[in-house]
């Protein structure tokens, strides 16, 4: 199928658009922007900069990707925001462009969906089938991992670390890392349970749940030293990859600085 580009758009002549890609009335797309097949704009969407979208990506009225990251540190360098496949991003979500502290690039993988407002600022990397609720704001350098979903108007600071399968409740202030498999939620977010829900949605074996819960109980509730944790879940045959992975998350994360893996550039130096 050929491009329906409309009139009204402002497409750059060495802007790079595939086949089958619908860009509607007074869009805007820079010169160094690639959009891959089937990608919708409706209208009004800015893409500027160095930005790179997948295939059968939704762009709805207001979304801004690409621009300059809001650090003012920043010199103008060439860097970049890449998307992935499959993505929704409803009204007026903001994708910045990466600084020079990492790699260069701010990064969404696929499946995604981003409600109306969102915020994924620079150096944020993301993975595949997230979900941001309306006016969820992630500081600059935030990872998250696959199948998280975050609650209307929580923010979260920069260089936090948000572990898979987790789940992050409306309006929380998120400080420190969030353990996979998890629901936080307060200010500031505090683990409260495991992500039941989540994960047999994604078909995790009722036994792994189980081990999970004993194992959140142990470090959570009754917060006893990790070796006790190894040494009773591995008597009750219960130390299962999902339990190893949650535990060598919380070594990384009391080992970082303010409850961060990843502490900031300045903090490292």
């Known amino acids: 199928m050929t491009q329906n580009i409309s009139k009204l758009a402002q497409v750059d002549s060495a802007a790079s658009i595939a086949n089958d890609v619908t860009i509607g009335p007074f869009c805007v797309v820079g010169p160094h922007v690639k959009i891959g097949e089937g990608t919708v704009l409706d209208n009004r969407v800015t893409l500027t900069g160095h930005v790179t979208i997948g295939r059968n990506n939704h762009l709805f009225p207001g979304v801004v990707i690409g621009a300059e990251p809001q650090d003012i540190s920043y010199q103008g360098s060439p860097t970049q925001v890449v998307i992935g496949d499959n993505n929704t991003f ?13 790699d260069g690039i701010t990064s969404i993988g696929n499946n995604c969906y981003f409600m109306a407002c ?11 089938y997230i979900i941001m609720a309306n006016n969820v704001l992630l500081g600059g350098h935030v990872h998250i991992s696959d199948h998280v979903n975050i609650s209307g108007a929580v923010a979260v600071h920069h260089f936090v670390t948000i572990g898979a399968y987790s789940f992050i409740g409306g309006m929380s202030r998120v400080l420190k890392d969030v353990p996979p498999y998890t629901i936080v939620d307060g200010n500031s977010a505090k683990a409260r349970a495991v992500n039941v829900i989540a994960l047999k ?23 006893v030293d990790k070796q006790i944790v190894l040494d009773t879940l591995n008597g009750q045959d219960q130390l299962v990859p999902s339990v190893n992975h949650i535990l060598n998350f919380i070594d990384k994360m009391n080992d970082g600085r303010n409850g961060r893996s990843r502490p900031g550039r300045r903090d490292a130096a």
């Open 90 to 102: 409803r009204e007026y979500t903001t994708v910045n462009r990466a600084t020079e502290k990492e």
């Open 201 to 223: 949605r994604n078909n995790f074996h009722a036994e792994e749940i189980r081990a999970l819960n004993a194992a959140f109980k142990l470090i959570f509730r009754k917060r």
């Open 118 to 128: 969102s915020h994924v600022a620079h150096d944020c990397r993301l993975g595949d």
